[in-house]
């Protein structure tokens, strides 16, 4: 089954075409990253008009990549919630309107299933349920259990930031650029990651809170530089050296990871069934959070690095195992394919 997915929830134009969930004939991803960057953050109307501009080009090209034409394409499917409104809305009308000019079905998917699905991507060994998920993006700090494909139950969230906000909250405050991340992660190679002891908030059971996190950095620079807490955030970047920058930078990574993962090994006291784990979204790209959860957990998946971020492969992913598994409407004209929500 051959699957057009076409992903447009946040910066990322993208669209794919994938055969049977897993092999990848084609990933086509225009990113506004560039454009971002020099405001350190995504601009909701100025992504939705950049999105207008490359979506039909990328889906042109994405069946251009898999030499297959409309005839061969057995479905389309798009994500539908959550991200930005202006910037769904661009995905949802593209992909409505090509199903009726083309007679496709249509299948609208939740993101953050498809982040997920993004590590049945041309996967050697598959994941075995019940799996423990941690999604961690840019949005979205959660640990799911899945008993099959597609049951998901949500068992800890983050209480107020996401871990890759948290990340590119951390690298403004450093004077790094923007996706944070990545940067972040570069910084920290010439650190010392024990030099700055960082607190873990103290949230119940398997919940997560950043914005502590992000606040103990910024007063850790503030007493660091000798400032008060009353210091702009924007300026202490003028006032670090290199190697402060990198030790923060290390630092936070390191603390940040040890969190996540904390929270992963509890949740695995709570359900020692768990036969595998699955690790999702933008922050699954990091080289640190990789090599310590294969050393501290058994049967750790992560998509391959250019599946962490968004994509319209895994969109095609997940639709391709809502379809297997009944979980898609059998007459998806029916379903109301507009963004659901801006937030949720
Ligand atoms: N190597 C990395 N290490 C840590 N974080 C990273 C890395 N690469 C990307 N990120 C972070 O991932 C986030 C982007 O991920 P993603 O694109 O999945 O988020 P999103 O789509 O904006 O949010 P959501 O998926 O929750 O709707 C950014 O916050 C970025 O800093
Ligand atoms: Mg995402």
Known sequence: MLILGIETSCDETAAA?????????????????????EYGGVIPEVAARNHLEVMMPVVRKALEDAGKTWDDIDAIAVTHTPGLLGSLLVGTLTART??????????????????????????????????LALVVSGGHT????????????????????????????????????????????????SGDKNKFKLPKPNVDGLDFSFSGLKTAVLRAVQSELGLPISHPSYDLKNHLSEQ?????????????????LEKLE???????????????????????????????????????????????????????????????????????????????
């Open 142 to 189: 959660q640990i799911l259990r899945m008993n099959a494909h597609n049951h998901f139950e949500i068992i800890g969230t983050t209480r107020d930031d996401a871990v890759g906000e948290c990340f590119d909250k951390v690298a403004k405050i450093l004077g790094l650029p923007y996706p944070g991340g990545p940067a972040i992660t570069k910084a920290g190679l």
């Open 244 to 260: 402060q920058i990198s030790d923060f930078a290390a630092s936070f990574e390191k603390t940040a990871v040890d969190y996540l």
């Open 266 to 344: 509890k949740a695995y006291e709570m359900y020692p069934e768990t036969k595998s784990f699955v690790v999702a979204g933008g922050v699954s790209a990091n080289q640190a959070l990789r090599e310590e959860s294969v050393k501290r957990l058994p049967n750790v998946f992560f998509p391959e690095p250019k599946f962490s971020g968004d994509n319209g492969a895994m969109v095609a992913a997940a639709a391709y195992f809502e379809i297997k598994s009944g979980v898609a409407p059998t007459d998806p004209y029916k379903l109301n394919i507009m963004p659901r929500s801006a937030i949720n």
């Open 17 to 37: 075409v994938v055969e049977d969930g897993s092999k990848v004939l084609s990933n086509v991803v225009v990113s506004q990253i560039d454009i971002f960057a």
């Open 98 to 131: 090509l199903a009726i000019i083309h007679n496709k079905p249509l299948y609208a998917v939740h993101h953050l299933k498809s982040h997920i699905y993004a590590n049945w991507i041309n996967a050697d060994s598959l994941p075995e349920f019940p799996l």
